[in-house]
Each structure stands twice: as C-alpha cells, then as structure tokens.
C-alpha cells in the first residue's frame, strides 16, 4: 500500500484561521492513515510543497508545524511506514537542510523517488520540473531550483519575499554566475512564481496545458529521466486528474486552489485510486 499526498502548504500565512484548518485537518488525515491504510505497514510519500516556506520565515513555518513533524516522527520510528519526502519548489530547502543534518533529519528528501506496487512500477516527482520545461521564463532546472531555494530563505512573514530575494541578487549576483539559460526578466520570473498555480500556469503562455501535455507524452521519459513502463504521479499544479492510458496520476492538493478538496492518492494492488479525506 502506497499513500502520497501532495500540496499541503502547511504554515502557508501566518494567523490565518483557513490555514490554520487545513493544518489541523492535515493532522487527523495522518492519525487516519495510520490507524487504518497503513497500519500494517507501507509507504507514505510526501510530494512536496507539505510545507510552505516561501512566504514564511521557515524557521517560524517549521516551529508552527511542530505537530505535523512529530506525527510523521512517530510513524517512521514505529518501523512500519517508510516515508518519502520529496522536495518541491515551496519547501525547496528541505533537501539542502536533509543533505546537512544527514541521520538526525526526521526522514530522507530526495527529488525523485521509485517504488513497485502490485507488479507496477511508479515514478514520483512533485512536477515543478514540468513547469520548468513548460514555462517560457525558465528552461534550465538549475536556476529554478536557485530562485526556489532562495525563495525559502528569503521569506520574513511580510510578502516581500520575491522583492528581497531580487535585491539580495542585485547586491551580489555570485548565486547566478554558474546558471545558464537564465530568464531575460528575471524579477518578472521571481514574481511569476510568487503566484498561486491557478493564476501563474494560465494565461497567454497557457502553461497549465502544456504540463499535462508533457505530462502524458511517450517522450516524458527523455524529459524527467523516468522508464517508459512506469507510472508518473506528480502535484504542483493543485488539480487532480488520473490517465489510465497515459499512465499518468496527478494527486491534487490539500484544498488549495484550483483543488476543492483533501485530496489525495491510494495506490493498492499496482492500481492508483484518487481519494478525497
């Protein structure tokens, strides 16, 4: 049995009663899928953006989503759940903080994860790289990663953050010398991304289609490095949709927009299956 969930956005605003809810809600969906889908054992898959570091001091972000943290402590040390966190672009820096802590970080991050289920083979992403490949104000994934990385650092709870990451590389432009194929408006890529997805994959460019289109395209595999038997599942775009024939899942998100539920994905027997909470 295979639980992922995706798009939390935890500690997304301060003081936020909505947020605050969802938080919550994400708290009980965890006691729920240990006392019941995984309570024999299985895996959890954390596809990203679980927390939101971009508007937010993280240290603060983290500190307010202590109980979430403790929870997911409690099921990797019980032994019989093995969670996978996979970093997003919102909670980019929790690769870098699991490459530093090592052993003492609560669970592994990587950027991409495979496991078998059922004689089925899955390939995990969050799907920012898609967005990459879509958006035309980015094409290399190295300076994606930079601005998101920055991003998360550059949060201090007043939504300045897009503005203060630009000043930050003004001042000193060392953190891109080593970027090729960087944006030609850059602040205007950093605002870009400031956007939720409902608004920053529409528009003239209609990013949005063209992720699923490379989504669901037999030359993905060349893309993202995934096998061609295996089923991609992927988030970041906040709406759910599942392809039999494409092999290819897309697990929604927590309730945020365009995502009007809890929503996330159960994969039992090889055989994905979408689920609300």
């Given at each position: 049995?295979?639980?992922?969930?995706s798009d939390v956005h935890m500690a997304e605003r301060?003081?936020?009663?909505?947020?605050?809810a969802d938080d919550d809600k994400f708290?009980?969906?965890?006691?729920?899928?240990?006392?019941n889908q995984l309570k024999n054992g299985g895996d959890l898959v954390l596809l990203g953006d679980i927390?939101?570091?971009?508007?937010?001091d993280f240290v603060k972000a983290l500190m307010e989503s202590e109980p979430v943290i403790s929870k997911l402590t409690e099921m990797k040390l019980s032994g019989k759940v093995n969670i996978h966190y996979l970093a997003g672009n919102h909670d980019y820096h929790m690769l870098r903080m699991s490459e530093l802590l090592k052993d003492k970080f609560p669970f592994q991050v990587t950027k991409d994860l495979r496991l078998d289920d059922g004689g089925e083979k899955f390939f995990f992403?969050?799907?920012?790289?898609?967005?990459?490949?879509?958006?035309?104000?980015?094409?290399s994934m190295s300076a994606y990663e930079t601005f998101s990385e920055g991003l998360c650092l550059a949060g201090d709870?007043?939504?300045?953050?897009?503005?203060?990451?630009?000043?930050?590389?003004?001042?000193?432009?060392?953190?891109l010398e080593d970027l090729k194929r960087l944006p030609t408006d850059i602040q205007g890529a950093l605002r870009s991304m400031m956007n939720p997805p409902d608004n920053r994959l529409s528009g003239s460019h209609q990013?949005?289609?063209?992720?699923?289109?490379i989504a669901i395209s037999k030359a993905r595999d060349v893309y993202i490095g995934m096998d061609r038997e295996e089923v991609l599942v992927f988030g970041h775009t906040h709406d759910p949709f599942y392809e039999s024939e494409n092999r290819v899942v897309n697990t929604g998100?927590?309730?945020k927009r365009p995502c009007r539920d809890y929503a996330y994905l159960e994969i039992s027997g090889g055989q994905p299956k979408p689920q609300t909470f």
């Amino acid at each position: 049995m295979i639980i992922v969930v995706s798009d939390v956005h935890m500690a997304e605003r301060a003081n936020d009663p909505q947020v605050k809810a969802d938080d919550d809600k994400f708290k009980d969906f965890l006691d729920y899928i240990a006392s019941n889908q995984l309570k024999n054992g299985g895996d959890l898959v954390l596809l990203g953006d679980i927390f939101d570091l971009w508007r937010r001091d993280f240290v603060k972000a983290l500190m307010e989503s202590e109980p979430v943290i403790s929870k997911l402590t409690e099921m990797k040390l019980s032994g019989k759940v093995n969670i996978h966190y996979l970093a997003g672009n919102h909670d980019y820096h929790m690769l870098r903080m699991s490459e530093l802590l090592k052993d003492k970080f609560p669970f592994q991050v990587t950027k991409d994860l495979r496991l078998d289920d059922g004689g089925e083979k899955f390939f995990f992403i969050h799907g920012y790289q898609l967005e990459v490949l879509a958006n035309p104000y980015f094409k290399s994934m190295s300076a994606y990663e930079t601005f998101s990385e920055g991003l998360c650092l550059a949060g201090d709870d007043t939504g300045n953050a897009a503005d203060k990451l630009w000043e930050t590389f003004e001042a000193s432009k060392s953190a891109l010398e080593d970027l090729k194929r960087l944006p030609t408006d850059i602040q205007g890529a950093l605002r870009s991304m400031m956007n939720p997805p409902d608004n920053r994959l529409s528009g003239s460019h209609q990013t949005h289609s063209m992720v699923e289109l490379i989504a669901i395209s037999k030359a993905r595999d060349v893309y993202i490095g995934m096998d061609r038997e295996e089923v991609l599942v992927f988030g970041h775009t906040h709406d759910p949709f599942y392809e039999s024939e494409n092999r290819v899942v897309n697990t929604g998100s927590w309730k945020k927009r365009p995502c009007r539920d809890y929503a996330y994905l159960e994969i039992s027997g090889g055989q994905p299956k979408p689920q609300t909470f």
